[in-house]
Structure formats: C-alpha cells, structure tokens
C-alpha cells in the first residue's frame, strides 16, 4: 500500500509562485511513476504533470508547460510541483498520484487527499 499526503497549497495572486510537495510512504516509493492532477469546481480532474521513477522523464499537460516543473527526491520520498506565473483558471485542488506518467487519471492506482490552491486576480 501506498499513503500520499499532499501540502503547500493555499491563496496567491496571479503572478506569484507556490510548491506543492507529496510526500509519499508505504512501500518503495522511489520505484513508483508519479503524476500531479488537479480538478477544479464542475470540471473533470485533469492532468498537470508527471514524472518517472528515476525522475529523468517528465510530461506536461499544454496549459502549464513553461510555468509548472516538477521534480523529486527520492532519498526525502517526495514529489514537488513547482508553480510559477499563476493565473486565476490554474485554481483548483491538486492531488498527486502513482504508479503511472499516463495523462489518464484511470492509470493510477494511489491518490493524495488533494491540497487547495486558489489564485486571486
């Protein structure tokens, strides 16, 4: 089994910056493919982005290449996605995800509670 618990969310104004972390426990984690995902109010979860177990491969969803990265370290069992340039309509719950770099949700097995981020205009 694996335990994700998502952090780093909260209120920013357009332009600003946030880093999401996911911290992630149970079994080896630093074999698991992770994705982010996020859904906001009346819209389907959509994919952000996702990173390989070894961390060289990473994938973007259109809207947020160039402004989102992520990253991990699999010595601290942790995923980042760093934010920047952010803008209204990135507003949404974030949750990250394994064992999978697919952009479809149904691919991954485990999921975070999820972590609030709210860009103000």
């Known amino acids: 089994q694996v335990q994700l618990v998502e952090s780093g969310g909260g209120l920013v104004q357009a332009g600003g910056s946030l880093r999401l972390s996911c911290a992630t426990s149970g079994r080896t984690t630093r074999n698991y493919d992770m994705g982010w995902f996020r859904q906001a109010p009346g819209k389907v979860r959509e994919f952000v982005a996702s990173?390989?177990?070894?961390?060289?491969?990473?994938y973007y969803a259109d809207s947020v290449t160039g402004r989102f990265a992520i990253s991990r370290d699999n010595a601290k069992s942790t995923v980042y996605l760093q934010m920047n340039s952010l803008k209204p309509e990135d507003t949404a719950v974030y949750y990250c995800?394994?064992?999978?770099?697919?952009?479809?949700?149904?691919?991954?097995?485990?999921w975070g509670q999820g972590t609030q981020v709210t860009v103000s205009s």
């Open positions: 995800a394994a064992d999978s770099v697919a952009r479809d949700s149904w691919r991954y097995d485990y």
């Open positions: 990173i390989s177990a070894s961390g060289r491969n990473t």
